[in-house]
């Protein structure tokens, strides 16, 4: 086996030859021609296109109770709260009812998102709710609405955009999220479907973002502390 | 050496190995450290795997996946970049470390940053990039909690996803001290979670400062354009999201077609890594902020790097470009538990290091790594994506003997040893004749404390004595039907 140079060798500097270099060393190693009559094309199209599935996990194709247990289940075990509510109207109490039990001030921030700025906050009288981005230091609980969730680990799945601005999800010490139990399916790629059926086919926000627990690190002496960068708490309220 | 910077943290020290391993080995710290791998990381996966009965199909799967994209790794980087491109994102390519280093310095200059924020990235350390742009004048805070502990140490990671695997938490509780003078000297610190708030409070105000936010990427998707990172801490999500600009720094081998082919790797990557289900937050980023969106950043850049893949795809260690960094390997490791990371003197450690360090500095640097394995065989068996690692590490020890990198006494012992192994007849007159001098001379203690030629041998354990007969005689007498119970 001959050494491989590229560490070592000299190159052309960054720039536009830098593409075409690699992708040639590429066809080179693979011993490939390239071009469009290459007939690994419309294999790689076909694949892309497709979309098609790989194994699913059996925990992952579970009748819906049981998925939805499951999902409670695994969020309790990363260390997350999950609160039932019987209807999307019943949420700001219930988040109120949370607030209090945790001994924190009835404020929070959440972006523009219909289904939850038009939910009756009124019911709770002493709630403040801001919207827009999150603003560090004072905002330190924050809302979100799920566009999916994946019970196979207890995974919500949050799609950033004006509606629900990512640093909602990262920048508060208590971050709550509802999700309409309709939108928990079993499979990471049941959720990936979700997420084109709303946004579009090909179509991905800034950032989609897997959230399955609070922020965590053991990076100190190999021992689990929760809240490291992002929230320190997080509160899922599973509507229906 | 193509690294860039002045290189005062990553300075290649793989050719030293032997020296290295001899100082971690006297290390108490360090073997305090290591000590908590097998209840921790490695007892963890154990369980992780056996709640997920399919984890073996999912093995095989995340190996002809990866060796797919490997197969058509040409198209699918080329579809990549078109759909991230259409998405709004800058991709640039990079064939070393140095034009990696430079296109992202100046990716800095153009907008006039003067603060970094950084998450965790091993391609990062590979083209040494913090040294890089401190020497531009800028200045780059790793938010990585591991990793903020080896920068403020001047250190480089010892694992690939526990940077401060090295540290036993008094160490640290000492560097916090020394380093955040602006805190009270005799502030209480019990505790991590004490001094995990601590790096909280911290980091919280460079997230907000940070004009340029860099983080790795674990995947590249072909279909949407997304790059995908997995963390615990949220780090990497403030580092991208609140900085006006995203760089990230990937590599070749990282690009897979769908979301269908990344949720399979998804599943293995979590379990071999830390034993989770799941690593706590998974971020698909796609181009920078959207017009309607009120944050995010402004511009996003991909940089993909080559700096040797292309030719390690041609090469026998092919396979390797399969690994999706769990660090599994090295978890599993008997040699890596014994030294820790730094003994193997590049950024990548452990087996994995012993086949990508030869591929990356040359094999004659790097030639002391595939050799220190005890060909156990346990990385492989628990590789998510079965890379054959002792196969590999054995093509490296194959290539170093034909390039003559060996010492005159190993070379004179392979070739006696080849001489004899290639007759029978001398094999066995010569393993006759040791098992009865050594038989003979051990008889009375049933081993020996010292030998000579053997001292690497002795000083650490007995050497039993041969029991009289050799292997080839007992064997030979069983096929007669004469010692039935051998």
Known sequence: ???????????????????????????????????????????????????????????????????????????????????????????????????????????????????????????????TVKLGRAEPATDTVTLSYAVAAAAETGTLVLASGPDNPVSLSFLPDTHLVVLEAAMLVGAYEEAFDLVRKTLGDRVMPRTLNFISGPSRTADIGGIPVMGAHGPIHLAVFVIG | MAACGTLKRMKPTAADFKANARVALDDPQLQRALSGLPTGLVAQRTAAKAALPEFEAFRNIGRDVKNHMLANLDLYLERYEAQATANGAVVHWAETASDACEIIAKICRDVDAKLVTKGKSMVSEEIGLNDHLEAEGLRVVETDLGEYL????????????????????????????????????????PDPASMVAEARAIMRQNYIDADVGITGANFLIAETGSTVIVTNEGNGDLTQSLARVHIVITSIEKVVATLEDVAPLLRLLARSATGQDISNYVTFSTGPKRAADPDGPEQYHVVILDNGRSDMLGSEVRDVLRCIRCGACMNHCPVYGAIGGHAYGWVYPGPI?????????????????????????????????????????????????????????????????????????????????????????????????SLPFAGGWTKHRDLPAPQGRTFQQLWAEQQKGLAPDV
Not at chain 2, 155 to 180: C, D, G, M, N, Y
Not at chain 2, 386 to 402: G, Q, S, T, V
Not at chain 2, 404 to 417: D, S
Request: aromatic share 6%; hydrophobic share 40%; net charge positive.
């Open chain 1, 1 to 127: 086996m001959s050494d491989t140079r590229s560490m070592n060798g000299q190159s052309a500097g960054p720039g536009p030859g830098a593409r075409d270099r690699i992708l040639a060393n590429v066809r080179k190693a693979l011993d490939v021609p390239g071009g469009r009559a290459d007939p690994r094309e419309a294999v790689v199209d076909l694949r892309i296109a497709e979309r098609r599935r790989h194994l699913l996990p059996a925990r992952a194709t579970l009748p819906s109770a049981d998925l939805r247990a499951q999902f409670a289940s695994y969020l309790i075990r990363g260390k997350a709260s999950v609160i039932d509510v019987a209807d999307l109207a019943g949420v700001p109490l219930a988040i109120a009812e949370y607030l209090r039990s945790q001994n924190l001030p009835l404020t929070l921030r959440m972006g523009d998102d219909p289904r939850l700025r038009d939910l009756p906050w009124n019911t709770v009288s002493a709630m």
């Open chain 2, 150 to 189: 080896v920068q403020i140490r001047k250190e480089h990671p010892s694992h690939i996803i526990v940077p401060a695997l090295h540290l036993t938490e008094q160490q640290v509780e000492a560097e916090f001290r020394e380093k955040h003078t602006h805190l009270p000297k005799d502030r209480p610190l």
């Open chain 2, 353 to 449: 290091g012993a086949v990508l360090t030869p591929a990356q500095l040359g094999v004659k640097s790097g030639r002391h790594l595939p050799g220190a394995s005890t060909f156990c065989g346990s990385c492989a068996s628990v590789c998510p994506v079965k890379i054959p690692l002792p196969d590999l590490m054995r093509k490296w020890r194959e290539a170093e003997f034909r390039q003559g990198h060996q010492t005159f006494l190993a070379k004179a012992g392979l070739r006696t040893w080849a001489g004899l192994a290639k007759r029978p007849w001398a094999y066995h007159l010569a393993a006759r004749f040791a098992a009865l001098t050594l038989g003979a001379l051990g008889r009375g203690r049933g081993g020996f404390r």
